[in-house]
């Protein structure tokens, strides 16, 4: 777990710093982008739900765009509360995606056949599905199950670690933001201590001279 140090050579406030402006980049571009397709993503031939889902997506976007910067200055500034609400956010999604991801490696999983069989008609009948790319060639029911099986196999088992490793790392990296808040707790509450040996308080009854 992070304690003064975040990948095991950063700095804590540096490694939350890193962490925020990272977080800021990729939800910046994921608005820009979604700004950019508005027109497209939101077309009548998807339906009204796109439109919902559209702007579902956009106000999460935003929202963790905002905290991102609120981590950025927190950071910077050493502001116990902008660290807070990035904190709470960070983990917020953190957890969206742990059950995201792997809700749907597990629904792939679960529905491995339908997807190798769908896969084994497409090559078995090229012309059925328009141009594609063995160029029009039908492959036999052994060959094109045989490919569908191996591919779908291999993308399990590829998808399988890239959920793991990609939320073990958001998961790190928000212990790391959450050990960088309690710090400045910590921090927070050292000075209030000094402040008041600073100015300490005369017992009741004592004479003033």
């Known amino acids: 777990m992070p ?3 975040c990948c ?10 890193i962490i925020a402006i990272l977080s800021a980049i990729y939800y910046i571009a994921v608005v820009a982008v979604l700004a950019i397709h508005k027109q497209e993503l939101v077309a009548p031939d998807f339906g009204p739900r796109a439109s919902i889902c559209f702007w579902v997506v956009m106000a999460i976007a935003v929202l963790y765009s905002l905290s991102s910067l609120f981590g950025i200055v927190g950071g910077a500034a050493k502001h116990r509360g902008m660290i807070n609400i990035f904190k709470g956010l960070y983990w917020l999604m953190a957890i969206l995606s742990l059950l995201a991801s792997f809700g749907l490696w597990i629904f792939m999983m679960v ?6 069989a769908v896969c ?5 009948h090229p012309g059925s599905y328009g141009e594609t790319f ?11 199950d045989d490919f569908c099986s191996t591919r779908m196999r291999n993308f399990l088992i590829g998808s399988g670690v890239a959920v793991f490793l990609g939320n073990f ?3 790190y990296f928000a212990c790391a933001i959450s050990a960088y808040a309690s710090r400045l707790k910590r921090t927070n509450q050292h000075h209030k201590l000094r402040n008041l040996e600073d100015f300490p308080v005369e017992p009741l009854g004592k004479a003033h001279y």
């Open 3 to 5: 304690g003064s140090t």
């Open 8 to 17: 095991c050579c950063i700095p804590i406030r540096a490694g939350v710093l």
């Open 111 to 116: 529905n491995r056949d339908d997807s190798v």
């Open 120 to 124: 084994s008609d497409f090559l078995q």
């Open 134 to 144: 063995t160029g029009g060639i039908a492959f036999t029911k052994a060959e094109a």
């Open 169 to 171: 790392i958001q998961i």
